[in-house]
């Protein structure tokens, strides 16, 4: 809270303004992980009462970006490397694996297009340094696979995933060797042309394992 000021907000859908506010500072890498909230100085700060930012860090828990305690302080969430190793990493493999699986035939030059232009999106990102748009970029190209899928569960899954995937990548993202993160979605997405299981499948755990790209240190 010492070095981010939050801006004053304005009267309009207020509760909605302070959460979205509030959101994006921690999406953005503003607030990181650990970062302390207390409710009397974010109302202060942006200029409104307490009760709307007493709701919008409910609905930021509901969501998962945010910790609250009885007795302690709001903190905004934290997500281990064992819970991204052993948790969020072979689910999302279960899921985009799935996917991929049963629904390749239906992948079109059209769809590829689409992915193609997402990796030509995230190249001018990361030469404008714009990391936390190459963020929402690299969540976008698996988002387009996974909304192939039909089954509820697997979207629902999904969502349920990506906020800790963003805490993931915004915690994490400068261990990351960034010249490969567009390499490798340009690779990933090579595979996924070839319509071959054999071909895709060890890539995409490569990819997601980030076992050349991504660098845990911590």
């Known amino acids: 809270m010492k070095s981010f000021t939050f801006n004053q907000q304005t009267n309009i859908s207020l509760r909605e303004r302070v959460t979205n506010h509030l959101r994006d500072a921690i999406l953005k890498g503003e607030l990181i992980s650990g970062s302390r909230l207390k409710e009397k100085d974010v109302a202060d700060q942006m200029g409104v009462s307490r009760g709307p930012v007493r709701e919008a860090i409910r609905q930021l828990e509901r969501e998962g970006l945010l910790d609250t305690h009885p007795y302690r302080e709001t903190v905004v969430a934290d997500i281990g490397t064992d819970e991204v190793k052993e948790i969020l990493i072979p689910i999302r493999l279960y899921l985009e694996w799935f996917v991929i699986k049963k629904y390749m035939d239906q992948f079109d030059d059209a769809f590829y297009e689409e992915l193609q232009q997402v990796v030509n999106e995230m190249s001018i990102c990361f030469k404008n340094n714009k990391m936390d748009q190459l963020i ?74 980030g076992e050349e790209s991504f660098l845990f240190t911590k």
Do not use: C, G
């Open 136 to 209: 929402e970029l690299d969540i976008q190209f698996h988002a387009m696979l996974i909304k192939v899928a039909s089954e509820r569960t697997v979207l629902m899954s999904w969502n349920s995933l990506l906020n800790q995937t963003r805490l993931h990548f915004i915690k994490n993202i400068r261990y990351y060797a960034n010249d490969r993160i567009v390499t490798d979605h340009q690779i990933l997405l090579d595979k996924l042309k070839t319509k071959n299981p054999d071909i895709i499948l060890p890539e995409l755990q490569r990819h997601l394992k």
